[in-house]
């Protein structure tokens, strides 16, 4: 069976286009395979404006994701699998849907097995200003206290 991963992501993107809303991605960075400009991953993840206006030649496809878009002046194409996609949402209101993260597929990891032992999780930001905290997109959120010097877990920000 195909996964349906694909198709509700571009039900989502044609939801939040067709309310007049920006949608945005949430990218596992270190998922094998994803190409995006390392220069803006922060905690392994990129969120990606995906708004008609901000990209190009998009294509989404059942099995790859790809457009063209521009970071600091440069155009870029970027491509990774729909496995990689965290979260798509809505800038405005932050609605919208996240994906639990896809375990990593072993013959693509090419020894990068200790690198990538801790998949990214989706936890809550709280938006001070925001009259649509309810809204927020959220997963479970680790438990255990953080070590000194620890690296911090990857969140879903509501970006105004």
């Given at each position: ?9 571009r039900a ?8 007049g ?5 949430q ?11 390392q ?7 990129i969120?990606?404006n995906?708004?008609?206006?901000a990209?190009?030649?998009?294509s989404?496809d059942?099995a790859?994701f790809t457009?063209?878009?521009?970071f ?5 194409t ?10 798509i949402?809505?800038?405005?209101n932050?609605?919208?849907m996240?994906?639990p993260p896809?375990p990593?597929?072993?013959?693509l990891?090419?020894?990068k097995?200790?690198r ?21 997109v959220?997963s ?11 690296k911090k ?8």
């Open positions: 069976m195909i996964s349906n991963k694909p198709y509700i992501i989502m993107y044609d939801w939040i286009v067709d309310s809303w920006t949608p945005h991605l990218v596992d960075a270190n998922y094998p395979g994803v190409n995006v400009p220069k803006f991953v922060q905690d392994g993840v969120v990606l995906m708004a008609p206006t990209i190009v030649a998009l989404m059942n790859w457009f063209n878009a521009r600091g002046g440069v155009e870029t970027l491509g990774f699998p729909p496995e990689a996609v965290l979260a949402f809505a800038r405005e932050g609605q919208g996240p994906f896809e990593y597929p072993e013959a990891l090419d020894g097995e200790e990538l032992k801790e998949e990214p999780t989706l936890s809550a930001v709280a938006d001070s200003g925001s009259k649509q905290k309810k809204n927020a959220a479970k959120a680790s438990d255990t206290p953080k070590k000194k010097g620890a877990k990857p969140t879903l920000t509501v970006v105004k």
